[in-house]
């Protein structure tokens, strides 16, 4: 089953980034977070890099396209017991469609569902993420909230920034 989720989403991508030459939105960026959740259990912080492609407008308000990046999560040292365990960084690529819309001329919001693939010996699962922004002519500020979920949920809270790809 997640061997044909994975291929739906690959085929899903290449799709996209075949669109993308008519593409009206591409978008790359950078994101900081703090795991919560399980995560936050064995990791302490998180960095990443971010793209999205939005090649069909479905009204004035709402683009679809897909979305794509990595983000790490780096291990933390915990001590019980007076022993210290120190966790391993570990990664994601996300695979997922994605949404963006405004909610007035400056101010957006994007949703994305797709599957998030396991690096560094972590399992992939269900991928989502909201983003709340600003934005202005050629870049991006936003909030964001992102989940990996199977067994175990890796989710963050954090901030980035996107420039606008013309």
Known sequence: MISKLKSLFLVA????FSQSLSAQDIRVGVHAGFPIGDAADVSSFNLGIDGAVYFYKVKDFLDLGIATGYSRFFGKTVTVAGMDFTYDDFGYIPVAA????KFDHNIFYTADIGYGIGLNNADGG??????????K????LFAFYRGISDNFTVSAIGVGVAYKLH
């Open 126 to 135: 269900l991928y989502y993420q909201g983003k709340v922004g600003w934005n």
């Open 137 to 140: 002519d050629n870049f991006d």
């Open 98 to 101: 994605s949404g963006r819309g």
């Open 13 to 16: 991508v290449v799709a996209g």
